[in-house]
Nanobody, 123 residues
């Protein structure tokens, strides 16, 4: 099982980035998916989650209204569109597949994790 996150990079404050998470070795249609992030010296933070069919989404308070999570089960890929980026969004972003189809916002609820992609927002 592998989750490959991509799309990170350097962007100015106010800009946008789109992250992708491509899965291999499992069919994402069976799993709720999530994005977390971890900044240097901080704990891993919940960013967004999406149900198996995309019908339900949750967002962390710090990104609500700016980030959008989506999925394409036919492509076995989950996305995170990040808009109005702020320096505080600088972190390594991880995608994760939940232990089942139930959506959850806690790291303990996720079984598979990607390697992370780095996002840096300059002021």
């Amino acid at each position: 099982v592998q989750l490959q996150a991509s799309g990170g990079g350097l962007v100015q404050a106010g800009g946008s980035l789109g992250l992708s998470c491509a899965a291999s070795g499992l069919s994402l249609v069976d799993y709720a998916m999530g994005w977390f992030r971890q900044a240097p010296g901080k704990e891993r933070e919940f960013v967004a989650a999406i149900s198996w069919n995309g019908g339900v989404t949750y967002y962390g308070d710090s990104v609500k209204g700016r980030f959008i999570i989506s999925r394409d089960n036919a492509k076995n890929t989950v996305y995170l569109q990040m808009n109005s980026l702020e320096p505080e969004d600088t972190a390594i972003y991880y995608c994760a597949a939940a232990g089942n189809s139930r959506i959850t916002t806690t790291p303990e609820g996720y079984r598979y994790w990607g390697q992370g992609t780095e996002v840096t927002v300059s002021s």
